[in-house]
């Protein structure tokens, strides 16, 4: 692979062991300039270890990482033109909140002027809209207040990457939201590369224009948010990343028949198979997502399945309905308001028909152990 | 039940208030009370023999207290960075050396450093390039090594539990933001953990200036408060080594009040 210097971050084969554990494995990534990328996935992935050994924090056991064309290995934390905002923070609980802005700075060589630093600080607390707190101790400001100073003392220094560790996993729903929103606006405006850890797909889905879905230290899936979404590469990215419904088949003819669990069969043709490889005939899952399944009192053309509501959950803008169909389980199906007018909302206990355009219908082949 | 506490508790505070009672004893007697007044105080203070010996006490006191700081608190950090099994074995070690008996570590201090004196001693008087060889012998420095390394265990103990609390996350912070190890140490590790540096030292220098066991083994020809007093108990209990105890027990207690309070203010933090 060459070496491009518009990729801030690249992974080249790296693999990290705990002791017998391995942590990640054979990783190979790039992270181009200016983009924002989040890495996803289940708690124990190696989402933090890939993020720590950018840090300079851990080292990797085989391969390298190069950060703006250089090799990382073996260089310390402090030498490496990165910042970290911790998952908890990690403020400096015995200097204020200028203070604890003000050391990156004060590490610089050649020296700051006081002048020049005292001013980046007030920069940095405005754009993290904490200006008038320069002088609070850390342990009198709130949760969220603290998140902020520690997003400045980051930034203050202009890295040419931010790593950011869940940043905003302990702060609640509505100022999680917030952050969200102004994290991307903050990262528009610098310009600076992000890598973001999440196991929230949500937060991932809408903060990064580059996801990276891991699971037990691998690589499952690298692409835009849409792309994720629409076209997982498996099932367990499909899983993950928004809610599925699975239905178990076995692939006939070639994998150009379907035959389901009630016995009845659907074409494959149509159906996107994952990656756009056709399925070999065996066991198969086919996943849809619930806002692509459509509800209907009557019989609709094409594939369908007659089944019975048996929970209705009104979510606001959406509702959702539990659907059992029986032979294959039950189906989870979401339904904006312009679906069925609130007046006519499909009831528990009614029976309905569910269908779902072809294309929506993403056909995995099952691993055989 | 309560009176046998009551018993328990005046067995063991009687005789310590009455040491303080008679330290104001205007008689010579130790057993008879004859009247309220400080002369002894002024007595002892005055008594240039014990001043002697109390000023070898606080030098050597400072010296050992000083040298545990420096290498418990260095010791404390090295063992925050090894791995699960060697931590375990050495803090098994770290407080075996604390219970171990001051006479079995005064013992074994005084035969490790004679057979080295020993070795050594014919060694600088082949080396040495002048007529007269000085010869190592027993003397402050064998009580200092011998209290500095006892109290370094006391140090590195509680040093190492303040650096258990403070997490390595503000370290990798502060390495993160572009600080090397040392000024991570000076800025950043060393205001977290110095009440617990402080109260180490207070603890090491109370332990050394009342020691009596280990000093007697090691102290060669050297008078410390502690052997001075037992010396002339010898000669029998006046009022004087009364207010001399007094003014030991005083300062002991002051000091190890500062140090549970040093140690209070990190938990509560
Ligand atoms: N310092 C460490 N020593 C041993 N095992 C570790 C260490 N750090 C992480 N691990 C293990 O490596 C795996 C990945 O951890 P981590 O990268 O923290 O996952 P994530 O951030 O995705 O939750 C986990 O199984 C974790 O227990
Ligand atoms: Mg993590």
């Known amino acids: 692979m060459a070496l491009t210097s518009s990729n801030d971050i690249e992974f080249r084969s790296v693999t990290k062991k705990y002791g017998a554990l391995t942590a990640v494995s054979d990783i190979n990534l790039s992270i181009s300039k200016g983009a924002f990328l989040a890495l996803l996935g289940p708690s124990g992935c190696g989402k933090t270890t890939c993020l720590r050994m950018i840090g300079g924090f851990e080292q990797p056991s085989e391969g390298t990482i190069h950060i703006a064309g250089r090799e990382m290995n073996g260089v310390a934390a402090y030498h490496r033109p990165v910042n970290m905002v911790f998952q908890h923070y990690a403020l400096f609980p015995h200097f204020n909140v200028e203070q604890n802005v003000a050391y990156g700075l004060r590490q610089m060589r050649p020296r700051l002027s006081r002048a020049e630093i005292s001013r980046r600080v007030g920069e940095a607390l405005a754009m993290v809209r904490l200006d008038g707190f320069a002088g609070r101790r850390i342990h009198e400001m709130s949760g969220g207040q603290q998140q902020r100073v520690a997003l400045a003392r980051a930034i203050v220094n202009r890295p040419s990457v931010l790593l950011l560790d869940e940043p905003l996993a302990a702060l609640d729903k509505k100022l999680r939201t917030a952050m969200q929103i102004e994290l991307q606006t903050l990262q528009r405006e610098l310009g600076i590369t992000f890598v973001l850890v999440t196991h929230d797909q949500e937060e991932a889905l809408s903060m990064a224009d580059t996801v990276c879905v891991m699971s037990a230290g691998r690589i499952r899936q690298l692409g835009a948010p849409q792309e994720i979404y629409d076209r997982p590469a498996d099932l367990f990215v499909a899983d993950f990343v928004g809610k599925t419904n699975r239905i178990e088949a076995v692939a006939e003819a070639g994998g150009t028949v379907l035959r389901l669990a009630d016995g009845s069969a659907m074409s494959s043709s149509a159906h996107s198979t994952g990656g756009g490889a056709g399925v070999p005939n065996g066991k198969v899952t086919i996943a849809i997502r619930p806002e692509k399944m459509r509800m209907s009192r009557a019989a609709a053309p094409g594939p369908a399945f007659k089944g019975r509501v048996t929970h209705r959950i009104f979510l606001g803008s959406v509702t959702e309905y539990a659907v059992a169909v029986p032979g294959l389980g039950d189906f989870l199906v979401t339904e904006d308001r312009n679906g069925l007018a609130t007046d006519n909302m499909v009831s528990p206990g009614e029976e309905v028909f569910l269908g779902f355009p072809p294309e929506a219908a993403h056909v995995f082949p099952v691993q055989q152990p | ?269």
Do not use: C
């Open chain 2, 1 to 269: 039940m309560r009176a046998l506490v009551t018993a328990v508790y005046l067995f063991l505070y009687a005789p310590i208030a009455l040491v303080v009672l008679f330290s104001f004893n205007a008689g010579r007697s130790a057993v008879q009370f004859t009247g309220f007044s400080a002369d002894w105080y002024g007595k002892a203070l005055s008594n240039v023999l014990l001043m002697d010996a109390l000023k070898n006490s606080l030098l050597i006191a400072a010296t050992s207290a000083i040298l545990a700081v420096v290498f418990g608190t260095m010791a404390a950090m090295g063992l925050e960075r090894l791995g699960a099994r060697m931590r375990a074995l050495f803090d098994g070690l770290l407080a075996a050396a604390i219970v171990v008996p001051g006479v079995v570590i005064g013992i074994a201090t005084l035969v490790a450093l004679v057979q080295l004196f020993d070795v050594l001693n014919p060694l600088l008087a082949g080396l040495w390039p002048g007529q007269e060889a000085p010869k190592l012998q027993l003397g402050y420095g064998s009580i200092i090594a011998a209290h500095g390394l006892f109290t370094m265990a006391l140090v590195t103990m509680i040093v190492k539990a303040r650096i258990a609390s403070l997490g390595r996350d503000i370290v990798e912070a502060s390495s993160d933001l572009y600080a090397s190890p040392l000024t991570t140490f000076r800025e950043i590790v060393l205001p977290q953990i110095l009440p617990a540096v402080l109260a180490g030292f207070l603890l090491a220098f109370t332990f050394s200036f009342d020691d009596f066991i280990i000093a007697f083994f090691v102290a060669g020809s050297k008078t410390t408060l502690p052997i001075y007093i037992f010396a002339s108990i010898r000669r029998g209990v006046t009022p004087e080594i009364n207010a001399v105890a007094t003014m030991v027990l005083g300062a002991s207690l002051l000091m190890i009040l500062i140090a549970r309070f040093l140690m209070r203010e990190k938990t509560t933090r």
